[in-house]
T-cell receptor, first 112, second 114 residues
Framework: GEDVEQSLFLSVREGDSSVINCTYT??????LYWYKQEPGAGLQLLTY?????DMKQDQRLTVLLNKKDKHLSLRIADTQTGDSAIYFC????????????FGTGTRLQVTL | EAQVTQNPRYLITVTGKKLTVTCSQN?????MSWYRQDPGLGLRQIYY???????DKGDVPEGYKVSRKEKRNFPLILESPSPNQTSLYFC?????????????FGEGSRLTVL
């Protein structure tokens, strides 16, 4: 079955860039997502990328996809304390919610 | 305001005492789903529903039941809770349409079974 892996923890200093990595096993994944979970809240969709794209940029966020290595990354530029959260990578081969497989989540801690 | 509402947010119960966690969405979404979140395991799907009267098992359905009698509601039922069901539970909903993949989550229900 599908498997999505992430490192559990990342600590960065305010103002630095953060890079959160994700690897997935399903080569038929066509949609890849990043969700953010703030403390005490549910998950919210941050951004997504189609498998025919290598990169997507949205303000401070840059998503890079290496389909050959099945590797997805989320770069946050100028990281702020408000970016402290758990970030989940998710993949789907249909693009529909029922077939989403989530990673284990990476907790990002931003220090002053 | 578009939202997914879960209740209760926090619950402490004892082994074997039946409980229900309610979930309601006001976005007219066809798809609804329940997840549990455990440290180091991420989100695991319990049950999902693609429309009224249509439900299906996710990855970890044992010990849970669901029903979907109305489009907006999708309650999670624990008939005989056990301590291994202590977890943080999330309800989510979505338009069931290819390319969206966007799930809207409730704020979570933290359940402790003693």
């Amino acid at each position: 079955g599908e498997d999505v892996e992430q490192s559990l923890f990342l600590s960065v200093r305010e103002g630095d860039s953060s890079v959160i990595n994700c690897t997935y096993t399903d080569s038929s994944s066509t949609y890849l997502y990043w969700y953010k979970q703030e403390p005490g809240a549910g998950l919210q969709l941050l951004t997504y990328i189609f498998s025919n794209m290598d990169m997507k940029q949205d303000q401070r966020l840059t998503v890079l996809l290496n389909k050959k290595d099945k590797h997805l990354s989320l770069r946050i530029a100028d990281t702020q304390t408000g970016d402290s959260a758990i970030y989940f990578c998710a993949e789907s081969y249909t693009g529909t919610a029922s077939k989403l497989t989530f990673g284990t989540g990476t907790r990002l801690q931003v220090t002053l | 305001e578009a939202q997914v509402t879960q209740n209760p947010r926090y619950l402490i119960t004892v082994t074997g005492k039946k409980l229900t966690v309610t979930c309601s969405q006001n976005m007219n979404h066809e798809y609804m789903s329940w997840y549990r979140q455990d440290p180091g395991l991420g989100l695991r799907q319990i049950y999902y529903s693609m429309n009224v009267e249509v439900t299906d098992k996710g990855d970890v359905p044992e010990g849970y039941k669901v029903s979907r009698k109305e489009k907006r509601n999708f309650p999670l039922i624990l008939e005989s809770p056990s301590p291994n069901q202590t977890s943080l539970y999330f309800c989510a909903s979505s338009l069931y349409r290819a390319g969206t993949g966007e799930l809207f989550f409730g704020e979570g229900s933290r359940l402790t079974v003693l």
